[in-house]
């Protein structure tokens, strides 16, 4: 089964602020890798897939870059909204595993 | 536009059974393959089961194999989730969800609280 880490586990940031989340997979993945945002209580909503792809109606400070093992989703002109567990996760084969969350706390 | 809507979840006691459901509107349900993914009360996503657009494939997470079957009706556009022998550990909130682009998980139902305790 391909492993997904996560770094951090948590972060708090303030308003204005670019905010970097990395995700490493066991193995090449290529890009099938996706970024979710789940705030409390709700579903996950997909940001980015094939690493660096925006999903449509996403505000444009959402960016993800990587191929292969090392991934990255970076927010840019952080917004209160944008507080949020962020999980990426692997769509190259089965278990279609996520990573294990990063909690962004806005300050 | 999409919709998917779970069903069934609710209290069962240990080494018993409960079936989830799935509706799903707005678009050719019969053309894709479906997922159902879990979260446990305060912990992170983990994928459980796939089925291809058919049927004709079905993919289980280790902790769900055996014990969980996923299934199809394309003719009612519903997806199913059929859980036995349930233990404590699959408390979870149940989510269907559809792929898109990449087989990332486009779109996402509200969930369905399953609660196994006695």
């Known amino acids: 089964d391909i492993q997904m880490t996560q770094s951090p586990s948590s972060l708090s940031a303030s308003v204005g602020d670019r905010v970097t989340i990395t995700c490493r997979a066991s193995?090449?993945?290529?890009?099938?890798l996706s970024w979710y945002q789940q705030e409390p209580g709700k579903a996950p909503k997909l940001l980015i897939y094939a690493a660096s792809s925006l999903q449509s109606g996403v505000p444009s400070r959402f960016s993800g870059s990587g191929s292969g093992t090392d991934f990255t989703l970076t927010i840019r002109s952080l917004q209160p909204e944008d507080s949020a567990t962020y999980y990426c996760?692997?769509?190259?084969?089965?278990?279609?595993?996520f990573g294990q969350g990063t909690k962004l706390e806005i300050k | 536009q999409v919709q998917l809507v779970e069903s069934g979840g609710g209290v069962v006691q240990p080494g018993g059974s409960l079936r989830l459901s799935c509706a799903a509107s707005?678009?050719?349900?019969?053309?894709?393959?479906m997922h159902w993914v879990r979260q446990a009360p305060g912990k992170g996503l983990e994928w459980v089961a796939f089925?291809?657009?058919?049927?004709?494939?079905?993919f289980y997470a280790d902790s769900v194999k055996g014990r969980f079957t996923i299934s199809r009706d394309n003719s009612k556009n519903t997806l199913y989730l059929q859980m036995n022998s349930l233990r404590a550990e699959d408390t979870a909130v149940y989510y269907c969800a559809k792929p898109g682009n990449w087989n990332a998980f486009d779109f996402w139902g509200q969930g369905a609280l399953v609660t196994v305790s006695s």
């Open positions: 193995q090449s993945i290529d890009s099938y």
């Open positions: 996760q692997q769509s190259y084969s089965s278990p279609y595993t």
């Open positions: 707005g678009f050719t349900f019969s053309s894709y393959g």
């Open positions: 089925i291809r657009y058919d049927g004709s494939n079905k």
